[in-house]
T-cell receptor
Framework: AQTVTQSQPEMSVQEAETVTLSCTYD???????LFWYKQPPSRQMILVIR??????QNATENRFSVNFQKAAKSFSLKISDSQLGDTAMYFC???????????????FGGGTRVLVKP | DSGVTQTPKHLITATGQRVTLRCSPR?????VYWYQQSLDQGLQFLIQ???????AKGNILERFSAQQFPDLHSELNLSSLELGDSALYFC??????????????FGPGTRLTVL
């Protein structure tokens, strides 16, 4: 079974600064997907960024980028030029490629609460 | 707006009761997932349906059941409710298969409170 660990329960950052969220995972799979989801106070789950394990290039979406280290099983999220609207809970998630008996379920970490201060 | 709809938004009920949560996936998505988010358990996968068939099961209690109908909407039935079932229940949908990015899009959730 896969496990996802987010070791930082809470982080704060000044507006316009950069913050990096950590995520590690444990799997015996060689092909999989990794995701970061954002959950603002509204509780909506919003996909921030996606990484395919077979791609060496780190994914980037505007101010959000990841540092994917497959050998270390690490998948950190960097938020650049932080904005007040980035205040939210951030979840790292793992999905096995191909489904099979495990289906296409997401396995989530415990989350990191990010507070952006003006 | 993710395109996934869930009803009702809030549900307050008593222990021992039964409730049904409803989900309509994004247009074109064949797969529906149910997740439970609670303070002590975090976000947990419950069950997945694909085109009407059960695809995978997670930590879903025997008191809980789900189904996906021919029009692809899904219902999650929770019975003999206990205080510990109070949680936010999410439905998500995705396209599954070759060429898809396997991204799951989440609905706004149903907040269940068991008193």
């Amino acid at each position: 079974a896969q496990t996802v660990t987010q070791s930082q329960p809470e982080m704060s950052v000044q507006e316009a600064e950069t913050v990096t969220l950590s995520c590690t995972y444990d799997t015996s799979e060689s092909n999989y997907y990794l995701f970061w989801y954002k959950q603002p106070p509204s509780r909506q789950m919003i996909l921030v960024i996606r990484q395919e394990a077979y791609k060496q290039q780190n994914a980037t979406e505007n101010r959000f980028s990841v540092n994917f280290q497959k050998a270390a099983k690490s998948f950190s999220l960097k938020i650049s030029d932080s904005q007040l609207g980035d205040t939210a809970m951030y979840f790292c998630a793992f999905m096995k490629h191909g489904g099979g008996a495990a289906g296409n379920k997401l396995t989530f970490g415990g989350g990191t609460r990010v507070l952006v201060k003006p | 707006d993710s395109g996934v709809t869930q009803t009702p938004k809030h549900l307050i009920t008593a222990t021992g009761q039964r409730v049904t949560l409803r989900c309509s996936p994004r247009s074109g998505d064949l797969s529906v997932y149910w997740y439970q988010q609670s303070l002590d358990q975090g976000l947990q996968f419950l069950i997945q349906y694909y085109n009407g068939e059960e695809r995978a099961k997670g930590n879903i209690l025997e008191r809980f059941s789900a189904q996906q109908f021919p029009d692809l909407h899904s219902e999650l039935n929770l019975s003999s409710l206990e205080l510990g079932d109070s949680a936010l229940y999410f439905c998500a949908s995705s396209v599954v298969g070759l060429g898809s990015h396997n991204e799951q899009f989440f609905g706004p959730g149903t907040r269940l409170t068991v008193l």
